[in-house]
C-alpha cells in the first residue's frame, strides 16, 4: 500500500511539473521564427541597443526595411540589396547572417548575424565587431 501511495505522490509531481514547462515556452509574438526572407519581409525600427551597461533605448531614428525580392532601405545606412546565408563559423548547426550590399559596389558589405526573430522582434549583431553590436529592431505595424 506504501508503495502505492508513494507511486503516485511521484506520478503527480511529474504531472505538475510537466504542465510548468509547458507555461514557460513563448507563444505567440514571442515565438521564434524561422529565419527567413519571409519573416524579416517589412519595416523595421531600432529601439535599443546593446551596451555594457545593457541594452539602452536608441537615442537616433533608424528605420530599415527588407522586401521579398532582395530589396533593403535605410536612410541611415548605404547598402540598398540583401541576402540571407546560413554559415558554420563556429556553430555546427549554422547561424543565419544577413548580408547587406550596395548592387554598385559589391565590395561595400555589412555582415549581421541574427540573433532573434519573432513575429515583431529583430536582432542583428554586426559580423565586423567585438563587443556590444546589437542593435534590437520592432517590426513597424
Not at 521564434?32 to 525600427?45: L, Y
Not at 540589396?81 to 547572417?97: F, M, Q, R
Amino acid at each position: 500500500m506504501k508503495n502505492a501511495v508513494l507511486l503516485m505522490a511521484v506520478a503527480m509531481t511529474l504531472t505538475f511539473i510537466a504542465c510548468k514547462k509547458d507555461k514557460n515556452k513563448p507563444s505567440g509574438d514571442y515565438a521564434s521564427q524561422p529565419k527567413t526572407i519571409a519573416n524579416i519581409r517589412g519595416e523595421w525600427k531600432a529601439v535599443s541597443s546593446l551596451t555594457g551597461n545593457g541594452w539602452i533605448p536608441t537615442t537616433e531614428k533608424i528605420n530599415i526595411s527588407f522586401s521579398s525580392d532582395g530589396l533593403f532601405v535605410s536612410e541611415k545606412m548605404i547598402y540598398d540589396t540583401y541576402k540571407l546565408e546560413i554559415v558554420t563559423y563556429s556553430n555546427p548547426a549554422g547561424d543565419t547572417v544577413l548580408t547587406l550590399s550596395k548592387a554598385t559596389q559589391q565590395d561595400q558589405t555589412g555582415v549581421f548575424f541574427i540573433n532573434r526573430l519573432t513575429k515583431d522582434t529583430l536582432v542583428l549583431t554586426s559580423g565586423y565587431c567585438l563587443n556590444f553590436c546589437s542593435v534590437k529592431y520592432s517590426r513597424v505595424k
